[in-house]
């Protein structure tokens, strides 16, 4: 009768999200088309889907670990504080010699260029790490979870008894969470590349 048309939808329903839900997992990596320089990507799209040019900004992590000598380890974290707020930073962690800043990436040359002012540098190690690839990996996982949970959602609409809502919020249920999961890591890698981190340490010369 149309209950027992009704329920084969809804399964079926249920086994091809499903099938698109696996699908999306194995297959989500991007694949770089070409590139322009180092500084531009020029296309990325999902394995076997029709490549779309996007002109992209490469993301890229940095760091800097920084030794100097000063007189006043007090007076030069002080003076690299100011310069962090100023250059719309902040301030992670600071102890008597020692300090962690955290500085847009944007103004990364020009506050290694005013700390340099402040003492004299003993040992300089500067670390970058391209993230490109992971970010845009993550963004295309994330649309295809966002676009599979509508699915969800709609089906949960269509579900004809308390058995069907069941088993449609719990698959609904796991791909929030591992949307949740993939947005805060995303959140995360682009706070690290919007920000470069700064360790600095101050010792007295000898």
Avoid: H, W
Avoid at 16 to 28: K, L
């Amino acid at each position: 009768g149309l209950t027992m048309l009704n329920r084969t939808n809804f399964i079926i329903g249920m086994f091809i999200i499903g099938i698109t839900f696996v699908s999306c997992a194995s297959s989500g990596r991007l694949q770089p088309e070409s590139a322009a320089g180092d500084n531009m990507v020029v296309g990325y799209a999902l394995d076997g889907d029709k490549a779309r040019q996007m002109p992209l900004q490469r993301l890229i992590q940095k760091s800097a670990n920084l030794t100097l000598e000063a007189d006043s380890a007090e007076a030069v974290l002080k003076a690299i504080a100011q310069l962090t707020t100023g250059l719309n930073g902040y301030v992670v962690e600071q102890s008597s010699f020692s300090g962690r800043f955290r500085i847009p990436s944007a103004q990364f040359d020009k506050a290694m260029a005013e700390i340099a002012r402040l003492g004299d540098i003993t040992s300089q190690n500067v670390y970058s790490q391209d993230v490109t690839d992971q970010y845009y990996d993550q963004q295309i996982r994330i649309d295809n979870l966002r676009k599979i949970r509508e699915r969800y959602l709609k089906l949960l609409e269509a579900a004809s008894n308390v058995d069907e809502a069941i088993q449609v919020e719990k698959e609904l249920g796991r791909i929030t969470m591992e949307l949740d999961v993939l947005e805060g890591q995303q959140k995360r890698l682009t706070n690290q590349t919007e920000f470069s981190t700064f360790y600095i340490r101050i010792e007295k010369p000898v």
